[in-house]
């Protein structure tokens, strides 16, 4: 294990050294607050039509994991979309989503093998830097797709991650008017994603001034390490009012604990991710809310930035992607995966 977290260390300071020559016009990006920014809804008026791309045309896609629900649903967002804009697109993934070098290795490979873009989630914000640095040697376009955020990538698709956190925190402060002790469970630690939805759950509740963060634990994007932290809070705390959780899979751990104490309807729980589990859990009144990312749609928009990109086409650094809280007030209205009913949602949101 010491030999596998040295080598991983290692890895990620040489990505680091090469990347910062490689990309030394690139300052650290925040892709919360990157001024070189369009919202993904902006693309057709700035930059016209999406360049026809020729025949043959590969992408690859390198997820962090397709045992999350949220990850597989974005490969069918490459997969729709590369149909649409006729291109081909393979879709992998490590063997667990702490397989860091298994996952630099994948996207190592597609290079290697002549893809004409990759469209990659990282473990870590520093895993897969190396994969970017060769496939800017080749001036192969790279785009960093939500969750970690590599600091020198050029071109990022996702959903304004601290905006998950505030989101749920307004839910708070506008729905507990008297306060109360609530409690953060984290995602991987280091993650970019991670801890910008903690920081702007955390300190949105604290400047309302009636609240009280009581906790905050990493559980390493696992259900099951979510039930333990929840349950040992719960001991600590029993007049909790509610949990901020980072992924949806770790809600609903959480939500297993809550039941499992008897505050079902007395704790709130809320996730991240808007996947299929977590809406049923709304509807039968178990969890409380989560804020939906689309990862089908984040999919979709991902490719048609990369089409736009091998077309020419000079994009911004940073391409925003929606999200909504989903809660039990609007979970019927966007409980679907056809895109053009996401949409039209969305716009009544």
């Known amino acids: 294990m010491k030999s596998f977290a040295k080598k991983i260390t290692l890895t990620a300071l040489a990505a680091v050294l090469c990347g910062s020559v490689m990309a030394a016009d690139l300052q650290p990006l925040n892709s919360d607050t990157e001024p070189n920014r369009v919202d993904w809804t902006e693309l057709q008026s700035k930059f016209g039509n999406v360049p026809a791309l020729k025949e043959g045309t590969r992408l690859g896609g390198v997820s962090k994991t397709l045992t999350n629900e949220y990850w597989r649903s974005l490969g069918e967002g490459y997969t729709a979309a590369a149909k649409k804009y006729g291109a081909t697109v ?151 009012i509610g949990f901020y959780v980072n992924n949806d899979g770790m809600a609903l751990g959480v939500v297993e604990a809550v039941k499992a104490a008897n505050r079902l309807g007395k704790t709130y729980v809320f996730g991240t991710d808007g996947i299929s589990d977590a809406y049923k859990s709304i509807k039968s009144g178990e969890l409380s809310g989560t804020v939906d990312s689309f990862p089908i749609l984040t999919g979709e928009v991902a490719v048609e930035v990369a089409a ?42």
Do not use: H
Request: with cysteine; proline share 4%.
């Open 90 to 240: 393979s879709y992998l993934a490590a063997a667990n989503e702490d397989d860091q070098l298994g996952q630099l290795s994948i996207a190592e490979t597609m290079i290697t093998e002549g893809y004409n873009a990759l469209l990659a989630s990282p473990q870590s914000d520093a895993n897969l830097q190396a994969a970017f640095d060769e496939a800017a040697s080749k001036n192969i376009p790279f785009i960093n797709v939500n969750d970690a955020v590599m600091p020198l990538t050029k071109y990022y698709v996702g959903c304004v991650q601290r905006d998950n956190g505030v989101r749920v925190a307004k839910w708070f402060i506008e729905n507990v008017k008297e306060g109360g002790k609530v409690a953060v469970i984290e995602g991987q630690p280091g993650v970019y994603a991670a801890k910008q939805r903690t920081d702007g759950f955390t300190q949105t509740i604290k400047d309302s001034g009636k609240f009280e963060v009581v906790a905050s634990v990493p559980a390493n994007w696992s259900r099951e390490q979510a039930y333990n932290a929840a349950t040992n809070i719960l001991q600590r705390t029993p007049d909790l």
């Open 308 to 349: 736009r990109i091998i077309g020419g086409q000079d994009i911004p650094r940073v391409v925003s992607t929606p999200q909504a809280l989903i809660t039990k007030d609007n979970v019927d209205k966007f409980y679907q995966k056809n895109s053009d009913e996401i949409l039209k949602a969305l716009s009544e949101e």
